[in-house]
């Protein structure tokens, strides 16, 4: 069987996983964890502090730090929520849509890039094992949470 350690550590390595910063946008250094909370306020509408924090398996108090960091690049707005004043709502301003569109774009270049090197079976073959491999972290519980 081959290492599948080491793929997924070239992997992660090729993806630049590893950077500081994963993505510098109009002059704004975004490192990767803070490009994981602007996708996740983007697809999410309106979420609270903790529904992000959750989603992407964060303490609340290193997201907090995260989020006091892309609202010093205004990139994010927090404000009290309308039902619960002790709860925070997300909004991504129109410098945070501009920068997670941009990401996203880049993301989406890549992958294209990526997969321009396979056939049509090859792609949907990876996309496939991709979901399976998912669905089978998810189950188990052990590992990425």
Do not use: W
């Not at 290492?3 to 993806?15: A, G, P, S």
């Not at 490009?35 to 996740?40: F, K, T, V």
């Not at 992407?56 to 009290?80: N, P, Y």
């Not at 079976?121 to 089978?136: D, G, M, P």
Request: proline letters at 1%; a neutral charge; hydrophobic letters at 35%.
């Amino acid at each position: 069987m081959e290492d599948i350690r080491h793929l997924l550590q070239l992997i992660t390595r090729r993806f630049g996983f590893l950077n500081k910063n994963c993505c510098s946008v109009g002059g704004v250094d975004v490192s990767l964890i803070q490009s994981h909370i602007l996708y996740e306020i983007d697809r999410q509408h309106h979420p609270s502090m903790q529904q992000i924090a959750d989603t992407l398996g964060m303490d609340i108090t290193t997201f907090s730090r995260q989020v006091q960091s892309l609202i010093r690049k205004k990139l994010v707005k927090k404000s009290a929520s309308d039902q619960d004043r002790r709860v925070y709502i997300l909004e991504l301003t129109t410098e945070g849509k501009f920068v997670a569109a941009a990401i996203d774009k880049q993301v989406q270049d890549d992958l294209t890039q990526i997969f321009s090197h396979m056939n049509e079976f090859e792609k949907e073959t990876v996309i496939r094992s991709l979901k399976l491999l998912n669905a089978c972290m998810e189950k188990t519980g052990v590992c990425c949470n």
